[in-house]
DNA sequence: CGGCGTTTTGAGAGAGCTCAACATCGGTGG
DNA sequence: CCACCGATGTTGAGCTCTCTCAAAACGCCG
């Protein structure tokens, strides 16, 4: 899984990879309107989320009451993984558009890799991959001066051409996963383009060659 | 694991937990002299550390040059645990002091997983606790607030009375991990001093009742 | 058309970074 | 035993950069 918009496809963690039909039969699906909550921090884990339709965020709040983008999941992707191996959530999660999940119950999940080396080890390679993803995030983190963070982003999230990037959230929303205000990330982007190392049209990016 | 000089206990991450005897066995140890690297990013994965004795840090090198503390772990900790599902590291391996690192095999490890599923659950667990911790850090990273980036982790590293922290490394060490220039570390730490919130006893820290 | 949220641009202030000087502490070797 | 040296710890001062507060243009939807 992954936390920025663009790069679904580095590590998309579809279910499909790993488990059994017998527990993808039993889940039960569920809806969310946009902004809705699908658990919040505290609650009692109920078991794995897949999310089928729509994006779905991870976020803290910090205790000045802003709001850290922990993760955003889009269609195919699945959330609270560690969940299962603990008691109550330790983030929110909350639907970013209307979106559909979901619950694989904890207690078939685990019997299944109870069962199936193969389905837990690739659980295990989803984790390592988050926990890759999630020190990347951290990297990204320390970087400070916005234009750099902001080019971290866009090399990172590049598409296969390694130029083109397709935004699939509004820009605020991006500002909230660097990090940043929106307005230094207008002005960021702003800036970018008129120094002409990036091009934009809508919701996509494009590099240029080599700065 | 964990990230956090002081939070050993949040979240050690033995190896006595889940791997068996017969792998521990075959393992070989090597030991490092601060400021050695046990791998490099981008070499070929050879398996999973463990830290026997000493301190080896994760890090990767931004464009700036400057150096990310991704983890640094401690005795009992393993490191590299999600190269057993790469072909390359992706970040440095150095030691911030002597140490002694055991590696077990990849090959012999994953085999374990196969034929043992409670290993492989307690692995899986091993790393779902890292994503929390991971998070974690993130939100700490969206800190601005030098102060309150103390703060935070402070009460996060606090000792079982709640109130004692025991620094293992230098302030130095501490300024990088907490993403903070190491002045700003020692002013902000003079100042909560100051105002009576912390009070300071060589390597130990002990904050003051109610904020 | 009216309203709401996003996107932009402006201006000012605060906070941490950088550069710099100095103190302190261990360890090393004469 | 003491002088030297390197690294850590500490404090000072200015500067840059982002944040915050503000205001306005734009776009979408009922």
Redesign the pocket.
Known sequence: MMETIGSDRIAAMSVDNWLPLTVRIVAIERTLKAGEALFRRGAKTEGLFEVVAGRVRLTRVDR?G?EVVLHLAGPGETLAEASLFSAQYHCDAIASTNATVRVYPKREVLAVFEENPKAAQAFSATLAHQVMNLRTRIEQRNI??????VRHFLTLNAGDDGRTINLSG??????AEL????????????ALEHSGEIK?KG?KITLSKRV
Do not use: F, Q, V
């Open positions: 000045s802003r400070r001066s916005a234009s750099e963070r509004t820009l605020k929303d991006l500002a990090g940043l205000s929106h307005e230094a990330l207008y002005r960021t982007l702003a934009r919701s």
